[in-house]
């Protein structure tokens, strides 16, 4: 195809050296009078309808402005370009046009194009796409019809109205069918979370044969979402094709673009029984406006007299579009003097309304479409689900008051292939002849989540872990029957073997960790293990100079402290006066009373005690004080007897610090986590492939620290408990999930069901099984904790409540010998006494009212007052 195209680029540029040269007279067609020039395929139904518009149009002119156009008409071939170039060199130097309308692909407009630029005619392309660069390149080159790129948003909008995963899209092999629309279609499927599994480009001289294999290859997929973006000839071929191999029956979803959708009203009754069920995106066409409808009715009889062979005459997108570009070209003649430049300049002004819309060129094309129809092909022609616009969404009318949803189930039933009502899933379950191929990480370090053994003797390979038959028992509980084969892979990168996922496998299990960074080439059902990554640094004994403290916690010691303290002063402030060494300065009272205090812990001191009341309180407090001694004792043999570890290392900032290496797991996503976030230099990260290797490392000095992800560190503490342990937090990243192409239509069912596995308590299972602590471990945990005063506390209630009241009598006792004691005794007395009657009588009133209100409930107030 590349090699006849160049062969036509060199054969016009030696008919471009022949043909004469010059430009048209500024002045030769002033006036009222105007030459016109169109290039369309008159075989095709889009050229028909062109042709019969724009004679109507030429009409219109007349009858409104009085201006009588000049149309020339020249037939083209689509699949023969340089037919449009050679019918352009004859309108401009035969039949000296001042404008050329059409043609209708970009492959003739490009070379038409080159021909007007240098002859400064304006060229009104229909074609329906056009690169950004055109305008610098082709000055002279007008986009006629509108932009539909915003249609793969509508279509976007119907995969994700029914939550469609997989599309396979159906193109012509032509490069403006795929170049200008596919990006489109594969950023807007992205938007919403569906993905293009494939893309099957279509050759215009396809044979039948050929059709058919490609056909039958798409019905062996499980993709059953199909979006066509074909000429109106190559789509009917198609779908009568998909008819005779059944594949326009039940599940399976048609989806067509406007080129095909906005012709539908052309294709006949024969046609049309093999399209029953397809749903599409056509242009809209304001159609209740009086002008539309005038034009329509002319339209429809001009053409069944000039179409006779033609089944349906009504007027669709491509002849209005070419009814405003002659009036486009009729307005610019109106208000120009000369042609060429000045031309063009008028046109670039144009502003007004037409049958297609609103016809102003931005940019040298006019404004790009903003409402579709939405159609469902059934019975002899199709019904009108709703409507689409840009930035709103999906409608079931046109105008302010319609009500807009993202989703298009708002709108009518659709009438899906083989006459459904209820909503085709979009994929199909793979068959036996085809199973799913699962690659399993064969070299992975930690066999109790994928286990790969290969025996020669049996020349198979078997694959075990938790991972292995979680996967088997999430398969179990689908809906559906799904074959699968688990198929070894034996590189060591992870990201490699994610990698491969949609080439060489279709999903992948294993202690594959889920990371965004993934998430580039394929999705991740939910995570069965713990999400985190842990630091693992090796234990040492924490037994330090201070570990006598430790048997008491700070509350207990203050306690013990503040009791013994306050017994201290009871004893010597009763003693004192017996004991003149209990007496002197302020300094050595303090001393000699904390030294009572604290000496009283460790004897008895009953024969240098002279009253009652202060042993009275030393018995109640060495009794205490004993039982604390004792607890205080037997806590701290037991620390220093069980070893207590903790870690080498606090922290990451304490690795970075002293610039020490750590290891990773190999082949995982970690090397690039711990270089670009943690910031540790890559040479002083070192990767492991198993827990033993770890362990050897750390024997070695190799590592200092090991960053493993929680459900492999479990593993590894549960082998070497006593020598490492977990430092620092716990990084929220990881887990490990089961990997699938993205967009694929398997996962949601696969998540479904391993939710069932998880809830009746299999998962919980399988981790027994498979990952059990090591017996001798189990009483790492088993810590010897500090005390607190709450064991004490009646206690030191108790104590303290003794010595307070040896300390009251002692003061009581020393009041009562002072001289105004006697005095000061009556007087408490005296206000005693006063209180007790003040409350007896207040008493006594409030029961005799209360008697008052049993016994006569008729008694009046005033007798109540006088009680």
């Known amino acids: 195809m590349k090699a006849s195209f160049h062969s036509v680029l060199s054969l016009l540029a030696v008919v471009l050296l022949l043909k004469p040269s010059g430009s048209i007279a500024a002045g030769r067609s002033s ?47 689509q699949s023969n370009p340089i037919r449009a170039a050679l019918a352009g060199l004859d309108l401009i130097n035969t039949q000296q046009v001042e404008a050329i309308v059409g043609p209708q692909t970009w492959e003739e407009v490009s070379l038409v194009a080159d021909i007007c630029t240098e002859k400064q005619i304006p060229i009104f392309s229909l074609a329906d796409t056009a690169p950004e660069w055109t305008t610098e390149k082709w000055p002279f080159l007008l986009g006629a019809s509108h932009d ?12 994700q109205s029914w939550n469609w995963h997989q599309v396979t899209v159906i193109h012509e092999e032509v490069g403006s069918w795929t170049n200008g629309v596919m990006p489109d279609l594969h950023d807007c499927l992205r938007e919403v979370g569906a993905e293009i599994s494939q893309f099957v480009g279509l050759s215009p001289f396809a044979s039948s044969d050929s059709l058919s294999r490609e056909l039958e290859n798409l019905d062996k997929e499980q993709c059953r979402v199909f979006v066509v973006h074909l000429s109106l000839p190559m789509a009917v071929r198609l779908f009568e094709m998909a008819k005779k191999l059944k594949m326009m029956e039940k599940d399976y979803v048609w989806i067509t ?7 539908v009203h052309s294709i006949n009754a024969s046609t049309i029984s093999s399209m029953q069920g397809v749903v599409g995106v056509k242009s809209y066409l304001s159609e209740t406006e009086q002008r539309f409808q005038d034009f329509s009715s002319r339209f429809r009889k001009r053409f069944r007299r000039e179409n006779s062979e033609e089944e349906n005459n009504e007027p669709g997108i491509y002849a209005v579009q070419a009814y405003d570009a002659i009036w486009t070209v009729a307005r610019a003649f109106k208000g120009s003097k000369g042609r060429n430049q000045e031309l063009l300049g008028r046109v670039l002004q144009t502003d007004f309304q037409g049958l297609s819309g609103k016809v102003q060129f931005n940019n040298h094309k006019v404004a790009p479409t903003q409402t579709f129809q939405i159609i469902n092909v059934a019975g002899k022609s199709y019904r009108e689900l709703g409507f689409w616009s840009m930035e709103l969404g999906f409608s079931e009318t046109i105008g302010k008051h319609a009500a807009h949803s993202s989703l298009m189930t708002d709108l009518e039933q659709v009438l899906w292939p083989g006459g459904p009502r209820y909503t085709p899933r979009g994929w199909t379950e793979v068959t036996r002849s085809k199973p799913l191929l699962v690659g399993v990480p064969a070299k992975s370090g930690y066999k109790e989540y ?159 005690l002279h009253s009652n009341l ?9 009794f205490v004080a004993l039982v604390v001694i004792q607890t205080y004792t037997a806590n701290l043999t037991s620390m220093l007897t069980v070893q207590r570890l903790e870690p080498a290392v606090t922290s990451v900032e304490e690795l970075l610090k002293s610039n020490a290496a750590v290891g990773y797991c190999s082949g995982s996503y970690l090397e690039k986590y711990l270089v670009d976030v943690l910031r540790f230099p890559r040479a002083n ?17 190799e590592i200092a620290a090991a960053f493993i992800g929680t459900p492999l560190a479990k593993i590894f503490l549960a082998k070497y408990c006593k020598k490492f342990m977990q430092a620092g937090p ?12 993205r967009g694929s239509p398997l996962l949601s069912s696969i998540n479904e069901a391993l939710l069932k596995v998880s809830e009746n308590g299999t998962l919980v299972e399988l981790e027994n099984k498979f990952i059990r602590l090591d017996k001798q471990c189990q009483d790492k945990d088993d810590d010897i904790h500090s005390l607190s005063p709450n064991g004490f506390r009646a206690l030191f209630i108790i104590t303290g409540g003794t010595s307070t009241i040896a300390l009251v009598i002692y003061i009581f006792c020393i009041a009562n010998s002072f001289s105004g004691f006697t005095i000061i005794r009556g007087l408490m007395f005296t206000v005693i006494k006063h209180w007790c009657y003040q409350s007896k009588r207040f008493t006594r009133r409030v029961s005799n009212v209360e008697s008052l209100e049993n016994s006569s409930p008729h008694h009046s107030p005033n007798q109540l007052s006088q009680v």
């Open 31 to 77: 006036g009222s009078h105007g030459v016109i020039g169109a290039i369309v395929d008159r075989s095709s139904r889009i050229g028909k309808e062109e042709i019969v518009a724009m004679e109507i149009a030429r009409e219109d002119v007349y009858r409104h402005f009085n201006q009588n156009l000049t149309l020339h008409v020249k037939d083209a071939d």
């Open 148 to 159: 539909n790129s915003a249609q793969m948003k509508a279509i976007a909008g119907i995969v």
């Open 257 to 263: 673009t406007h080129h095909i959708t906005s012709l």
């Open 450 to 608: 994928v286990s790969v053994e290969y025996s020669q003797s049996r020349n198979s390979t078997s694959f075990d872990g938790l991972a292995i038959q979680l996967f088997e028992e999430t398969v179990r509980r689908l809906p559906f029957y799904l074959p699968y084969e688990f198929v070894a892979f034996n590189n060591i990168s992870y990201d490699t073997l994610v990698g491969q996922i949609g080439e060489n496998f279709d999903a992948v299990v294993g202690d594959v960790a889920i990371v965004a960074s993934r998430y580039k080439h394929v999705e991740f059902s939910h995570p069965f293990t713990e999400t985190g990554l842990m630091l693992i640094v090796p234990a040492r004994s924490s037994n330090k100079a201070w570990s006598f403290i430790k048997p008491f916690t700070k509350p207990m010691w203050a306690s013990i402290t503040v009791i013994t303290i306050y017994n201290g002063f009871v004893v010597w402030l009763i003693e004192r006066h017996a004991h003149p060494e209990l007496r002197g300065s302020m300094l050595h009272q303090i001393g000699v009373m904390l030294w009572l205090s604290f000496n009283t812990l460790f004897s008895l001191q009953g024969g240098k």
């Open 614 to 622: 202060s042993r009275m309180s030393v018995v109640v407090w060495l």
């Open 685 to 701: 990260v070192k990767h492991y492939g198993s827990a033993k290797d770890y362990a050897q490392g750390f024997d070695k000095k």
């Open 730 to 741: 716990t990084f929220n990243i990881g887990g490990f999930g089961f990997a699938f192409p």
